[in-house]
């Protein structure tokens, strides 16, 4: 089963990173095109820096249990997740960020 591409596991590297949190998202970073042919858009996880690569389902999993909207265009937004599947982190907490350069 395999929801997202992990970028940083890309070179092989194995292992859990600890989440330490207050990691802020570079929006720049965010705004790159997606490289998974499956991908649908970005998501970036507080607890340890890691931006993952969504697709679908990994998209459908995460919005599950929150109350916010999707937009139509998936690139204008990602989501911001405080632990994800690279970090030891256990706060489930998901929301869905603007990713705004103009404002
Ligand atoms: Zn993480």
Redesign the pocket.
């Known amino acids: 089963m395999n929801d997202h591409i992990n970028k940083g596991n890309m070179l092989g590297k194995t292992g859990i ?1 600890k ?1 330490i949190g207050g990691f802020k998202p570079n929006y720049i970073r965010l705004q790159e095109p997606l490289e998974g042919p499956e991908s649908v858009m970005y998501s970036f ?1 507080t ?4 931006i993952l690569e969504q697709t679908q389902k990994g998209v459908e999993l995460l919005s599950a249990d929150i109350d916010q909207q999707l937009p139509d265009n998936l690139s204008d937004v990602f989501f911001q ?1 405080a ?5 030891d ?1 256990t706060n489930k907490a998901v929301s869905i960020v603007e990713i705004n350069l103009r404002g």
């Open positions: 990173a989440a996880c607890g340890c820096g890691n997740t632990s994800c599947s690279c970090c982190g």
